[in-house]
């Protein structure tokens, strides 16, 4: 609830209860629309289910066009909005690893837990492997620190990037969403599901 | 397929409407000189050298001191912790992750408070935030913190405590040695207000 607690409108701890109530939300639509199955993230990578591409491309869709128009109305400050700082060789890095244990679990993160949920043993030896994850870079982060920190580029967003304004980055933004999800659909129907 | 051929087009045209409007300018920080000359009012860009005192010998994490004098100065003397950016080179690349952040309280200071008060100047019309100034620079500091001047036997409790806090202080960074104004059965440290850290939430999958 970024700018709420930023300007002391909550407390941390009403933002954390907040964090629950959303988080239990969000756990039940990924559960209810089928994201707890394997097959879902893995589908992607094959080709024959693009559903998680298009979930959470028309997530951010949904975000960029309201922080702007919030934006817009004066109801939010974009500069109170975090962005993440981009050290490049650790995000590249970091991808590669994230990706390759996406492919391999068929989970990420957050459907890990909604399929640990309702009781599915692979989901919860993903969540094992996550806490070795975890543990591993903890205790080794003082031989990583030096690749973790190289590369910093500052803050950049891709308006600033391409010199043009945040407007016209979202509707370039939309459109090459839109031809991700027709190019999506049109691969998804070319590419039969697997039979388990 | 009608329902996303609906939706495609409701996206495309709430784009269309942000591409066509300028970008918002009046959200764009930027103070006006109105705002600068109330905030210069208020003073609260400074903190005194006792705050910085209390704040490097309680070993304050939140605290990061930026010494704005030439790396020859910095080499002869510096305050402990500090680290060093030549006030020409403020705005490089190389020390933005340290002038724009949220994370630390950003104390700058030179040897008296003009440059460190340009830098925060500079800074806060940049937008950057948790960007102060050290009370009077190095030479207040000394004054203050290394060589306190001695109160009058009948000065207020409070004077004598701020002394003795000073003389400690002193000792601890490296100054002259320990030794109360007077037997003060319990010196009252003189109240060091903590600013409070802006939290900002943090993203992520």
Redesign the interface.
Known sequence: ??PL??NDIIS?DT?LLMAFIIGIGFGWVLESSGFSSSKKLAGLFYGYDTVVLKVFFTAG?TAM?GL??M??F?WI????V?I??TYLTSAVVGGLIMGLGFIMGGF???TSMCAAAIGKIDAMVFIGGLFLGVLIFTEGYPLIEKMYMAN?K??PRLSEVFNI????M??L???M??AA?WLAERFEKKTPAPEY | MRT?III?IV??S???I???????K????KMSAEEMIEEFNGRYQFISPDEIADMIISEDPNLQLIDLRSESEYKEFHLPGAVNIPFTDLLD?EY??LV?QNLKINVFYSNGSVTSNEAWMVTRQL?YRNNYVLEGGLNYWAETIMNPDRPEQTSPNEEIARYNFRKGAGAALGGGSIEPANEMPEPVLPAIKKRPQ????????
Do not use: E, H, W
Request: proline fraction near 6%.
């Open positions: 609830m970024g607690i930023v941390p933002n869709l066009i702007l128009f934006s817009l004066g400050d974009l500069d109170l975090y993440n700082p990420c993160p957050g910093f500052g803050y304004s945040d407007g016209l979202a509707l933004f939309i459109v969403a839109l999800f | 996303r495609s996206f495309l709430l784009g269309l942000i591409a066509a409007i300028p970008n918002n009046t959200l764009n920080f690349d933005r992750y724009d937008g802006k939290k900002r939430a943090q993203g992520g999958c």
